[in-house]
């Protein structure tokens, strides 16, 4: 090996923490069922070429430049997973409806015969909708940002107010996830903060891995509820239950998202760089 090829190396070593925190973030944007995985390879692929193609005479730091082509392959790997059809979409959002609907009457997640039931279908349909899902992307890059994809993916870094505003909301998601329940807080840094397999979770909290599955989607759902009703709170209203003893513990979950710190503390979760501080 070259001492180029050595020194080339180091650096994609060096900056695979950043690809990690690229992830992350993108993973806050998009479905839950997005495969972390998939991502990660896609990631860690570009910041091989990166490497390969930097020079450093241009004055770029390197940091900047490979973030620019990650961000790049992780949005061509969401459009290439794209492909789930209307159909698929439509069933997704019926299924999601009817479990809303049915949380809020009965005080607790339904079971999938009582989704069933509300729509009017078998268990094997809801599980084959479900498993749909599960392999689709429902993904539209408008929710990324106001601007189109390849102005995103060309933006060699973020203005000091987007960024100031991109650190105030790791900081929130941050304070919403140490405020979740013991369960679900668990779980949602058990399988995405610490990579753990979902069986090694199931195993260590008693449950089946479907309560785990379940346990994840709620967690997210509160987490996502939860930022918007303090970072937008018009798009906070339109999930949000309006009555019932679920309305109540979740508005409380919210209050107490925003009683955990300061703009200074949130601040303080990442650098001046937007990466995240270790704990």
């Known amino acids: 090996m070259s001492a180029a090829d050595r020194r080339r ?161 790791v900081g929130y998601l941050r304070d919403a996830i140490d405020a979740l329940p013991e369960r679900l807080r668990a779980v949602v840094q058990g399988y995405f903060f610490e990579e753990r397999p979902m069986a090694l979770i199931a195993e260590e909290l008693g449950v089946t891995e479907s309560r785990v599955s379940q346990l994840r989607a709620e967690a997210l759902t509160l987490l996502r509820d939860g930022l918007n009703t303090h970072l937008d709170p018009a798009l906070a209203a339109q999930n949000r239950v309006k009555e019932g003893c679920v309305a109540r513990r979740r508005a409380a979950y919210y209050d107490l998202i925003g009683n955990r710190g300061t703009l200074s503390s949130r601040l303080a979760r990442t650098g001046p760089d937007g990466l995240t501080v270790a704990a």
């Open 9 to 169: 190396e180091d650096v994609v070593q060096a900056h695979m923490p950043l690809v990690g925190h690229l992830v992350r973030e993108m993973l806050t944007r998009v479905p839950a069922h997005v495969n972390r995985d998939d991502l990660l390879s896609a990631g860690y692929a570009a910041l091989v070429h990166a490497a390969r193609g930097y020079d450093d005479a241009r004055g770029v730091p390197f940091a900047r430049f490979a973030a620019a082509r990650v961000r790049g392959a992780l949005l061509d790997e969401l459009r290439g997973l794209d492909w789930a059809s209307r159909s698929v979409r439509q069933r997704a959002r019926r299924t999601d409806t009817a479990r809303q609907e049915l949380t809020a009457e009965l005080g607790r997640m339904p079971t999938v015969r009582e989704v069933a039931d509300r729509l009017g279908c078998s268990v094997e349909d809801i599980e084959h909708a479900d498993d749909d899902v599960q392999r689709a992307v429902v993904f539209s890059l408008q929710g990324f940002a106001t601007v189109g994809a390849d102005d995103m993916v060309t933006e060699p870094s973020a203005g000091p107010e987007e960024l100031l505003i991109r650190r105030e909301r």
